[in-house]
Structure formats: C-alpha cells, structure tokens
C-alpha cells in the first residue's frame, strides 16, 4: 500500500514557489537547513554570526540566487519567490534569515541598476552582481544613521568623494565585504542630495563594529560601521534625488528592498505553531478545550498572516514589472499593500508566537528553548524600516485621506539630520570609542 | 489632458475577476448596482425582500450567472470570480448579495451534479439549470432544522416520498420556485440516509412563512418553510450517504456552496471604510491623531480580510477542479482553508465596521445610517454554516492535531436529531402555527 | 436544611452600595425592575419611551434619588452607589438606565450648585431640585447642538435672554419639563461666554421633536429641541467662563456627569453574559471546547469591566469630596481615571456581548432577540460625551506627554462653532422642518 | 514658591497601601530600590541571584514583613498592600520582586498555620516564622514536581519520613534555607495523602541546583532542588488530605499564596509605560498621530490592569478573613476574581509592554534595554500557578456551568503523576546529573 502524500493548501500563502528560479533556489536552501538548524540556538546564545554558513553560501554560489543570469546568477527575481525562500531558511533560523535576505535583496535591487540604471550605475551593479555570484561579495546595506552621526559625502576635490559618519543595524556586517549606504552630500557647490556611495572592506577610514548585542536576531550580525574620512571614487556612487525632493518613484525600490522580510516573521510564526501542535500531539492526554481554542484561533491567524503577506508579494511583483506607469504613482502603490502586509504581520506574527508559548506551558520559558528565541526573534519585525508602525500610520493614513507628504523616509531623516545635525553629530574618531 | 486612471491594487485580493466569465458577470451585475443602492435602506427598514430586483434577475437571465454555457448559463465556475461578484452587490446592499449568492451557489452545486452525478441526478439537475437560465426557477437551499422538527423522507408506498418537516433560515424564501432541502430518510427498510429532496412551490404540503424579522440582513428573505406531507416524486431526490457515515469527501460540497459568501462581510466592511474615509476628508479639520491611526489600522485589516479570502478562494478553486484526489483528502483539504478564512472574516469584517461608527461618530448610531446598517449585517457571518466559531474551533484543531471524527455538520445534525427527535418533534400543522 | 446563599464577589466591582442612601435606592429601583424588563423590548421594537414608568418614578419620589436630603430627596450622593442603582437597571433595560442617569446626574449637578454656587444659582438649584423630588420636575439636559445651529442667548433688552438654536442627542426628552443646556452668548457687550439657561417646558419658543430612531437606545427617548427665541429670565440662567477660558475644573463637573453611565455598558454586558451561560447551561449536551473557552474569557473581561468601573468610581468619589484641592488639577484628576475608564468599558463590554452572540447561536441573529438589542444598545458607549474615542486619546496624551491645550470640549464646541457657525447656522423655523 | 505634588489616582488601584503596616513595609522597601535597580541589569545578563540584596533583606529584617507581629515581625497582612508593596519592587526588578514575593507569601501561608492549624502545625509555623523575622530562615516553596519524578515521602520505620523527588522552578533558591514542598506520602499503611514537608538547607539529602537559565526573570533564582532520601522529621510535615480528595477549601491558600504575584507584571507594565512616555516626552519633534493614539490606548489600558489586580485583592482581602462561610465555597470565592483578573493581567500587561517598545523603536531591541528586559520577564505571568491560561479555562467554565470537578491543581498533578509516574520517574541520584 501507498500513502499518497497529502498536498499542502497550494498556490497562494506562499507554500510553493511559482517560478522555475524559485523552486531551484528554494531546492538548493533546504540542502543547507540541517546545518542552519543545528547551530542556531548556539549563534542565538552567544550572539555570534554563523559565518560558516554564509562561508559556504558565497563557495556555492548562493549569494547570487538573485543575480541576473546574464551575469551568471540564478535569476530569481519574483519577490514571492524570494519570500518563499527566506520563510523556509526563517523557519530554521530566524537570523539567518535576515542576513541572507540582504543578499538576496541586494541582488535585485543592484539587478534594477543593471537593467535600467545610467552607464556608470549599471557597470558598477556588474561589478558587484558578479562578484556576488563569484562569491567575491558579500554586499550589505547600510540605511540608518547613529543617532550621532549624519553620514555625508564631502568632496575630496579631485573628483571623488570622502566619507564620515556611521551606520547602524548593518546585518551581516561581520561578513560584508561592500556596503551600499545611503548618506547625504555636504551640499559644497550644489544642494544636497541624497546618495548610495559603497564602500567596500579594505577602506582604510572603514571600520566594521563587534557591537550587535540583540533582544532576538542575535545571530544576524546587525553592527555598526564607522567611516572616517572613506576615500570613495565617483564611480562608487549611485547618485539619487536633492535632499527634499518629493520622489514617490523611491518607494518602489524601498518596496523591493524591504518586503520579503516579512516571511521571516511568518516563518517564525510557522515554525511555533508546527512545533507546538507537535509537541501537545505527543502528550498522552487529550488536548484541553483552551488547547483546542487557541490551536485553531492561532492556525487561522496564521492562515491569514501567510495570505496576506503572500497577496501584497503578488501584487507587488505585477506593479515590479509595470515600468509604464507613473513612478511616482507605481510607488505608491507598491509601499501601500507592503506596509498594509506589514502592520498587519507585526500584529500576528508575534501573537501566532505568543499563545504557542502559553500551549507549550513553562518549559518555552527558558532561554534555550526554540519557542523562546521565536518570542524574542519575532519582535523585531517592529523595527524594520520602511516603516515602523508610527511612521506607516503616517505613510497609510496620508494616503486614505489624499494628503500630500514627502513619503521617503530617507528622505525624512535626511532633512531631519540637517536641522539636529550640527548639535549632534560628533567626529568619528569620538564615535569608535562606543 | 487625459488622467491615467489609478489602478487599484490588481491581481488577488478580490479585486478583480480573473476569467472572462466573471467579467462579464460582474459588468452586468455594476448595471444593477444603483437600483439595490436605492432601495436597501427601505427593505431594511421594512424588513421586506428586494422582489422587483430579483424579478428583474430573473428576467434578464442573471440567475443563470454560474449555469454552464452548455446550459445556457453565462458558465461562470470559480468561486474566485463569484465571490468578486457577491462583494460587489454586498458593498451596495448585503442582504442581497446573500440571497443572490444563494442563487450563484446552486448554480455551481448542480452543475456539479449535472457534470459528475448519476443518470437521476444528471437529469434533475439539467431541468432545474434550465430553468434558472430562462428565469423560471429561484432554486433556494434549506439547511438547517428548526428546532421543533426532523425534517424526514417516509416512503410513500408506490416509489416516491412524503416530506414533512420544518427549515429555518432559507434565505430567498419570498421568491423561491424550488427548495434543495438536507433531510434524512425515516429508516423503512434500509439505515437512514441523508437525502436532498427538492420541493416545488406548488407543493400541496408546502408553507412559507412570512417570518423573517432579523437583527441584521432584515432584506435577505430569510424565512421559515414547513413540509406537511409533501408528495415528492423518487426522480426529485438526491440520494446522499447513510446518516452516521463519517464521508469528509461531503465537505467539497459544502466548502463549494458556502465559501463565497466570505465575500458579503468582506463587502460589507469595505463599503463602511469608504464611505468613512469619505465623511472623514469632507471635513474641513484635519484628521485627529486617532483618527489617522484608526483609518490606517482599519485599512490593515481590511486588506489581510480581502487577502485572506482571495487566498482561501484561489486554493480552493484549484482544488475544485483537482478530482484526481482521494475524496476525503480533497473534502479536508478544502475546508480548512475556507475555515480558517472564516474564522479571520468574522473576526476582522465586524471590528472594521465598529471602527467606521467610531470615526464617523454620534450620526452613525441613527437606525437608518447606512453604518448602523453595516453594523447589524456584517454580524451575520458568524452564524453561517459550515461551520459556526464553535464547531469550526472542534473541526480545525482536530485536523491539527490529527483527531479522527465526523466532519460533516448535517450528518452530525441528523444523528443528534434521531437521538433528541423523538422528544421534541411535533407534527406539521402545529409547527405553522408558530 | 437551609442552604447559605452565595456571596457574590462584594465590596468591590459594583456589586453593592456602599452608603445607606444607596442601598435604599437599589432597594427601590428593584421593585421598577420586573416592570422595567417586561416592557423594554416593545419600546425598543417601536423606538417609544417608556412613559409609564418615569410617571411612576416622578409620582414614587425615585427621581429625586440624588437630591440632597436636605431639600427633600434621597442624598444619594456617592456616584458609586449612583453607578451600582444604574447598571441594576441597565441589566432590564439599558434605554431606562440612560434616561434615568440623566435624573440622577441633575440632582447631582444641582445639587453642586445649591451647595456651592452663589446666590442666584443656589435659589435656581433649590426650586428645581425641590421640584425633582416633588414629582413635578424631569430635568433634562442638552449639551450637543446639532450641526446646522449653534445655541446662543441674546439680550431681550430688559435684563434678560433669548435664546434661539437646536440641541440633539437629549435623553428621555419626551417627558422632560425642564432643561438644562449649554449655550453660548452672543458676545454683544462683553466676549461670549459659556451659559447654562434653564428653558422650561412651557416656554413659547420651545420645540421638543418626536425624532429619536438610534440604532440602539430606542427607548430613551433621545431627541432635538428647537429654541425660537425662548424668553429666559436672567435668573434662569447660569453663567460659566468666557469662551476659550482654558479651565480644567469644568471637568470636575463633566466628569461627575457623565461618569456613572459607565454603568449602563457594564450592566448590558452583564445581562448579555449572565442570559448567556444560562442558555448554555440548560443545553443537554456539554459545552464544547471553544464555548469553555469563550465563557472563561469574557466573563473574565466582565470581571475587569466591572473592576475598572468600580476603580474610577471610587477614584472620583473621593476627589469629588475634596475641595481642597487646585481646581483645575482637580479636574483633570477626575477627568483622567474616568477616561481611562471610558476607553477599556468600550472597548470590553461590545466585545463580550459580541462573544455571547457567538455562543447562544443564530437565534441571537433575530431583531427581538434580547442579545440582539444588547448588541445595538451596548455600542452606544462610544458616542457618550465626554469623551469620543478621538477626543479621549487627545485629551490622554497630552495629559501624559504634558502638553497643554483647552480640555473643555463644550469650549471646543462653541469655538468652532463661532468659526464655522455663520456658514451653516440657520434660522429656527426652518430647524423645525427636519 | 512651593508646588505642591500631584496627588496620584489614590484609594484604589494599587497606589498606595491602605494599613500603617502596608506603609511602613512600603516605606522601607523604597530605601532599597535604587540598590535593586542598579544591580537588575548585570543580574539579568549574567542570570544570577541578587544575592547581596537578599543578605540585607535578611539582615535588616524585611523578611519577616508578613511575619504577624506577636511574632516581631511587621504584620503585613493585607494581600493588598503586599501587592503594593511588590509592585513597588517590580517596577525596578521583576526577577527581585518574584524573590521576595516568596518570602511574603510564607510569612502570609504559615501565619495562617500558626493562627488556625493544630498544635503541631503551629509549633512548625512559629519555629519558621521567628527564624524570618530573625533572618536565619528564607523559606522557599517548591509545587511543581520535575516531569521526571513523582516527589514522595515513605515512611522511615521509625515514626518519620523519607523525601525523594525533584521539584523545579523553586525561586529563591539559591539563598534558600528552608523548602516547603509539595509532596504526597507513597500510600503504605494508608492512602496517599497530600503532605507539605519542610526540608532544611543542611538536609544530607538535598542538593539545590544551579540551573536556573530563563527567558526573562532570570534573577531569580528559579532552580532545581533534589530530594534523595531526605530524612524529615514527622514534625516538619504538614499533612493535608488525601489524593483525590475534592477539597475546595485548598484554593483558599492557593489565593492567598499567589495572588499578590499579579503585581509582579503590573509593576513591569508600569515601569515599561513610565519609561517610555518619559522618552517620548523628551524628543524634540511633537509626538506622531500612532504615538498619540498608543500612548493613550496603552494608558487606559494600564489602568486597567491596576483596577483589576486591585479589585481582586480587596475582594479576596475580605474572604480571607472571613471564616464563617463554608470553606469550600470560600475557597472558590476566592479564587474566582483571582484567576478573572490573572487571565486579564496576563493579557493586559504584555500588550502594554510590546507597544512600548513600539513607541521607543529600535533602541528597545537591544539585549540590555530595559525594555528588552521588560519584554521577557512579563511574559512569566502566564507560568504562574495557580493556574496556566488553559488550567483557568477549565476552572472558570464548570465555575459558570455550574460542573462539578476536582479544582485543586496539586491534587490533579498528584493523580496525574501517580497514574504515569511508575513508568517515568528515575532514582534520585540520575536525576542529579541532568
């Protein structure tokens, strides 16, 4: 006799890939989630990156599972996909996770300047894609400043620029070898703009901070990184919009940067849940009628905590491929379903994860138990940007009622840094001492 | 100058139809709109049925919506589609959409037996096809047993049945031409059997009632009908599974009649958040601060609600055409999803539209403000079958956790019926005189 | 053998009175109650209110429960005790508890005035007070103007007013004699100020309309009065601060107001759980698991209704009696716990009616259903002043951030009215017409 | 010029202690706060016992707080102002406040024994109760057995008993000197009773584990202890009934034992809201709409977590000492309100916390924030006996239903383990070695 295997709601909530690229890559991952699995509470205790896994991610090209196959990647570029694959790597490891989405993400966001950037932005994207896929790099994004710095390009008066300022919540910091930030110029000659300079390892102003000490996320390698006076070559710098500039096109890529994050919280939030029914099936006696409530109050939140996350990837991926409408308007209307997805994911997630705490009873209360780095892995989905849940209201509520907003928060913090800036901002040298 | 028109969030979430058919059923239904628009506020008042709105369906081969094009019908056969459909005549008036998805429902239930069933069911089924595309028949569903009587087949000696018994909650009732009603053989001769009759409005022993008189979905025709020894010819009865049969393939079946009503609450708390958001931005004060949270939480929710319906939908009606499955499998398969939705729909329809009243404030609590309107409807949705909140948390978490019991909600009804009927059942004449 | 009844859970949670004036009232109102109960869902399914029994309340003495003994009543005077005689009468009839509250917090607010007013205040106080007591006064009060009116008093010439504008939302108006509104002056002479006339029934320019049909309260008689130039003898009226005065101890008297109708909601969702788990108890087979659940969960949110009721109540009694206080710290005092209070008693009593609906099933669903007038009456909390929810949270942050702003919201009112009121205000005859 | 202080919300609500003794306790404990709140930090990192703390406790006799004064102690015996007291405590260390808690609690549960138990039990009491007011006793408790042993005493032969067992989740433990354990004799002779042995530091059979490693509490000493034929004095044996005995009367001591520890988590949500509202108020931008509205919401929601908690105690305050009713009817009188209110503070006071974190943003993610502490120890509220979530579903539904049952949670365990304990339980000396 033959089982015939049982077929898992399919197609949409983000159960299965819908691209070739997508299962070959998602084929490729679930090779590696044994060992992912098998390290994890010991990167979560003491807070460690798991370089050796990300050592064999760059030798086995991994890192370039987003990588055009032009340049020789995988060419996945569906956000669903990509979701699919981070929520399957989440459910092992939450961290790990986290930082390979950065890569992932960089993929396609450095893929866009390929296909579509000016000359100078689509050769240095080549450079970098390739490299990603040689696994020469390890591309890291850098968006929020410390709150003692504002990160400026000044400069150096023969063409290039200097670098000063740091970044914080830099994940996979520890093993990143270029970091794509996002800085101001210094406003010398012209306004200032906002600017993605790279700085790569062996800056000599360069400085990679040991600092990451999470409530969850402890093995993400979330660091700061200091520049002091980083000499950059123009051509290392991905120009974008004056300080101020009221660019809705910005959001689309803030979008496609951002989105597939949000599988990490609904892999956290799968993996509790499968492992708590596990654990109350094992139990000799029946499950109590508050067990009975709350496995089917939590399965249904996670039904709709998968649905909605897999509807805004959907339609977000259409719109991804829409280059004839307005980008402003195609902005828009990327970032509304993702941070619609997104209030609600930071909702349920950490509620999925909290009553499976409660079935499992006190024994999920020690540090090591895997529902208690679930708990605290969780609560981070808050903290992403774009955006926290006081700036969506903003971003959501603007846009229900028709009220114009400057909605890049880049943008916000720029102008923001430019009228606290002088008071705070510290020289960098002072910065290092933290 | 032209404008662009904005394309709202496309692809899933119930947006749009994704096949031609339920294009053009929903082209024809928009055309309908502004008359249930008009007229809703005073069918809810009286608490009467819309008869010249389904008169007017019924004359212009509208009941045919979901009939097979082999049929005559405009072969509309994804619940996707007719969910999108339902949503719209919801956003308008939600008792209608009730009723008129009762319509939609029978469609794609015979037309199921007409496709798959035996030479008998084939035949009863094609009659009662036709006769809904040329407007001659409103085939209304009669699930449930009031509680004073089971609904029961005796033989009537010479091949055919008696009918006697008492349905409660038949929506479109005022209209109905033909009533697919859930009975249970007496046990003569063989065990009992579920079996479902369909009675004619000229039947001798039939009564409707004039009874409907609800919290909410006052214009659903929501009525009572009574059987007293209602001749039924052998040809007119769709033999089911003996009663006690535990046959979860029966939950296809049921997932298929049901699930698009998902999309009457889903209407329902959409027209509330437009027509708050539109009140809101009339105003010549700008939006307090819990005013803009309240809008941008609602709007959150309101799109996991579309995502979580839309999701469900779109697996099952993958599912649907799937008949290559193990019956049981395939009936399980589909009905959790559609619970799960459920349970979220019911949870997040209703504190949407409570959220609405809050921001509209004191004008919405007048009887005829169409908030306290949408307030009264959206709470029906926790009592439709299958399944209610409570039988819904037995189903999902014995699924869970792997609890072999009896799925089928009618079988269950029967077999507590059999057990209690004796007590309380009385006979037909006094019934009507309730 | 005598069986000991049962303690209910005493001294807290407004279970019992804690003053002798209290128990004499609850005893009383007890004897109303059968009455109360068999009449309430007429009154609501007809929208009337319930003449016969505030005739019987005025000729028994109960409406001057609050007057103080001196002048002849019943001294009722802690509003804990006022809040426990409310939610006992609130569990027969939620419409009676609101209409009967507007009594007792006249006698209450009166009887500030003859205690600490001046001269012309004490003498007005008494005479309507003595009148309570007497049978021959019902005192209302209309504080929200409706949108097309703003309520101003203008010199007659001779020393007195006239006073012109629509009040809406003014309870048990039907059987008012006396009303006691907020008004402002027209600002001839001296800058506008904020004004209490007192317009007696009789007064020539007096239009009380028969226009009260809420979604829920149907019997409390909640209706328009039209002012056409009504005489108001200055000895009529009492005088409160300038318009834009910035005075937080009118909150003192907004709060001992208004605060003990917190017990109309927890009374609703008192009757709402108590019918609730009788019905189920009286089930023949065991409640399944999710009915446990839900039981334990809301009568556990029932417990902690009752409990933040009671804490505000208790809060309140003493500051009221604290007059040695800084009057404006002193209202905000007053002001914050009954908010705080406001806000959780609106947001735990819907959602536990809204749970006994789920458990008792459809037959809920029906308009005559007494769950089904629990769930249209309970929603009306939120529209209670003061104040909304939108307001609530302005006025608690602010208080929490330390930010200063005019907490009056009749202040409020009259400012923005005095702004937008030239464009909309129209002329009383035409206000009649509505 | 002199401000005079705001008076907080009084009375009610857990400001402030109604008895001199609840002051005088209160008072005292305030001198060590800032020594409590400087060393939380480290011994929440390093997940060890704030050892120094509890040598001045002992020295300084504040361990004999509950202690009745004829005993020298301070006679705090209101379960009020016990919860005020560890409030106080909890606001700055949870891990500190769950330590002491044990010590009141003992003092209250062997002041019971002294007053009422027999003439054994009183010797025992008072031998306990002077050694705390001495500082030579801290008494911990142990209830629950370690899913490997069933902890039983067999009688030693000659009139006393042998103890072996583990029990786990003990706090306090590492400075503990005396165990009062739960433990059930092994049925020789007699059938097994429920027995509550008191095993001293220096007992040769003890071993005091160092295992305590938790999510959040982590200070708090919540170890392992080990009985390996302890030999026990019959005269440190309190006895209590049978196994199976369905004896109400135990959930009187079961209240009193744990109900003060709901303070524990109002005290965390409180510090969480105070530190964060002071954050927000020192930025230099006005708050946002969603800070506004959350500040609020979270606000009243502490509010109400305070009234309840308060509710609860004064409730219980008052069957406690009340023993003229039946003392089973007593015991679930009292246990009622406690377990309503713990239900809600374990639902409150999480919620309040996560969105504090919300409002702080990133900054609270990090290991050392006291927000990130907050957010781990306030879930231990749900582990908290008696009774977990799914245990308190079970005893508040038969409570309303009316259904009878065994309610003490002890005795349920003890059939439990006596029924599965034969194939689970190992020798003692394995069991050291986990």
Chains 1, 2, 3, 4 share one sequence.
């Not at 084929?27 to 994890?40: E, F, H, N, Q, V």
């Not at 050796?52 to 990647?73: I, S």
């Not at 109350?280 to 006696?285: D, G, K, N, Q, Y």
Request: some cysteine.
């Amino acid at each position: 006799m033959s089982l015939r295997p049982a077929r898992q709601e399919p197609i949409a909530g983000l159960y299965e890939p819908v691209t070739p690229a997508g299962h070959a890559v998602l084929d490729r991952l679930r090779g590696y989630l044994p060992l992912i699995r098998s390290t994890a509470a010991e990167h979560d205790r003491a807070g460690t990156f798991p370089t050796g896994t990300f050592d064999t991610f760059r030798k086995e090209g991994m890192l370039g599972a987003t990588v055009p196959t032009e340049l020789g990647g995988m060419g996945l570029d569906r956000l669903y996909d990509v979701a699919v694959a981070i929520l399957a790597v989440a459910q092992a490891d939450a961290s790990t996770a986290l930082a390979l989405h950065m890569q992932f993400s960089r993929g396609l966001t450095l893929g866009y300047e390929w296909r579509h950037g000016g000359p100078a932005a689509r050769a240095l994207a080549e450079r970098l894609l390739r490299a990603m896929v040689a696994g020469d790099a390890v591309v890291c994004s850098g968006i929020k400043d410390h709150h003692s710095a504002v990160t400026t390009l000044t400069p150096d008066g023969s063409g290039g620029w200097l670098l000063s300022g740091r970044k914080t919540l830099v994940s996979a910091g520890p093993v990143g070898t270029h970091f794509v930030i996002n800085a101001q110029t210094d406003g010398t000659g012209e306004p200032p703009r906002l600017a993605s300079p790279v700085v790569t390892r062996d800056n000599p102003g360069l400085s990679v901070l040991d600092n990451w000490d999470g409530l969850g996320m402890r093995a993400s390698g979330t660091v700061d990184i200091v520049f002091d006076n980083c000499p950059i070559p123009a051509s290392d710098v991905l120009m974008r919009d004056p300080v101020g500039a009221r660019n809705d096109a910005a959001l689309a890529g803030q979008t496609v940067s951002s989105i597939a994050m949000l599988a990490i919280y609904v892999g956290v939030a799968q993996a509790a849940y499968d492992l708590t029914v596990a654990a109350l099936a094992r139990r000799p006696e029946p499950p109590q009628a508050a067990a009975q409530t709350l496995v089917a109050d939590a399965g249904s939140r996670l039904y709709a905590l998968r649905a909605t996350a897999s509807t805004a990837l959907t339609t977000i991926d259409v719109l991804n491929t829409d280059t004839s409408m307005d980008p402003g308007e195609r902005g828009r209307q990327m970032m509304r379903p993702f941070q619609h997805a997104k209030m609600m994911v930071n909702q349920l997630a950490p509620s999925i994860v909290s009553d499976c705490l409660t079935l499992v009873g006190g024994a999920a209360f020690t540090a090591g138990h895997p529902l208690a780095r679930c708990y605290r892995d969780v609560r981070a989905g808050g903290f992403m940007q774009p955006y926290t849940y006081v700036d969506a209201v903003d971003f959501l509520s603007s846009q229900a009622f028709g009220i114009d907003r400057d909605n890049n928060y880049m943008s916000h913090w720029a102008i923001r840094a430019r009228s606290q800036g002088s008071a705070t901002a510290e020289s960098p040298s002072k910065l290092l001492s933290r």
